[in-house]
């Protein structure tokens, strides 16, 4: 493997664990909407993959009722749901450690840019990324499109960038994009659906995917 340059994080379940905010906001647009309550399993699935894609596998709905549940999740996620959540435990040790080595840090996630900035902001995280990038509200991007921004952005090439993530959302993209996968644990994502896709390691927790590096 190449000298790492940039490592690359998905944001929830792997920076921060966001779920609070995010199943209490599946619940307010089922509710909003007369859609029956989702099982806790199936809330926890909404972390990680596009929100309209997991509307429409949650309620096998179509576009246009999904659009409204998303319309619906998004209010109250703004409202104050978003800042229900917590960086996980050794998130900011492993990034002060990462800038002091010379690696730049990145953010590759599903979740809409304006949301992503400010949530990385009200913990304190933001300083420690060079670029964050953040779906669009439409959610055309794909997590490989997002990665390969990441990447341009501090001038690397795919061989040199590492993304982390914790489903297999995030190991499909890291695939797609040409990058180097390290799938965490201790996030929302099935382990054994992340390992149908090509990695370099299994952090369990933060601190980990440093000595994967070290390792590769």
Known sequence: MNTIKCVIFDLDGTLLDTSPGITESVRYAAKKLNYP??????????????????????????????????????????????????????????????????????????KPQKFSDQILRHFGLDRFFRVIHGADLEGKLKKSELICLCAADVDAACGQCVMVGDTEHDARGAKEAGVPFIGVSYGFGNLAEMR?????????????????????
């Open 196 to 216: 149908r896709y090509p990695y370099i390691g299994i952090a369990e927790k933060p601190f980990d995917i440093l000595k994967i590096l070290d390792e590769k």
């Open 37 to 110: 309550e989702l099982s806790e399993e199936l809330l926890l699935s909404f972390i990680g993959p596009p929100l309209k894609d997991s509307f429409m596998r949650c309620y096998a709905c179509g576009e246009t009722e999904a659009e409204a549940l998303v319309a619906a999740y998004r209010e109250h996620y703004r409202e104050g749901a978003l800042l229900n959540a917590k960086p996980y435990d050794g998130i900011k040790e492993l990034l002060t450690a990462l800038e002091g080595r010379g690696i730049f840090s990145a953010v590759a996630t599903s």
